[in-house]
């Protein structure tokens, strides 16, 4: 059974920091990129962050660079999301997905399989 669950949003003040985690079932970790996405209410969902299925290559959005740090535990099939810095514009329903391909990938249509989403709310 294909099986993404996206923890730790929340709501924090603008400037904290919040760790998100997916936990995935063996078949949609390995050996998959994984990536993070994220929709904010009225705007389509976008692109946040990638990692490789060996963890060695990364890629970010511009607006979360130097702020938000995307990794992953082979061994636990889990992808993380550290972000640090968090602004009010950050806030947005977040979703962790697994990728087609093991490289890193920026694109929504190049993900196959999707976690519900956990809720991330920045007050300013």
């Known amino acids: 059974q294909v099986q993404l669950v996206e923890s730790g949003g929340g709501l924090v003040q603008a400037g904290g920091s919040l760790r998100l985690s997916c936990a995935a079932s063996?078949?949609?970790?390995?050996?998959?990129?994984m990536g993070w996405f994220r929709q904010a209410p009225g705007k389509e969902r976008e692109f946040v962050a990638a990692?490789?299925?060996?963890?060695?290559?990364?890629r970010y959005a511009d607006s979360v660079k130097g702020r938000f740090t995307i990794s992953r535990d082979n061994a636990k099939n889990t992808a993380y999301l550290q972000m640090n810095s968090l602004k009010p514009e950050d806030t947005a329903v977040y979703y962790c997905a697994t990728s087609y391909y093991s490289g890193v990938r920026t694109g929504s249509n190049d993900y196959k399989y999707w976690g519900q989403g956990t809720q991330v709310t920045v007050s300013s």
């Open positions: 063996e078949r949609t970790f390995i050996p998959y990129a």
């Open positions: 990692i490789s299925w060996s963890g060695g290559s990364t």
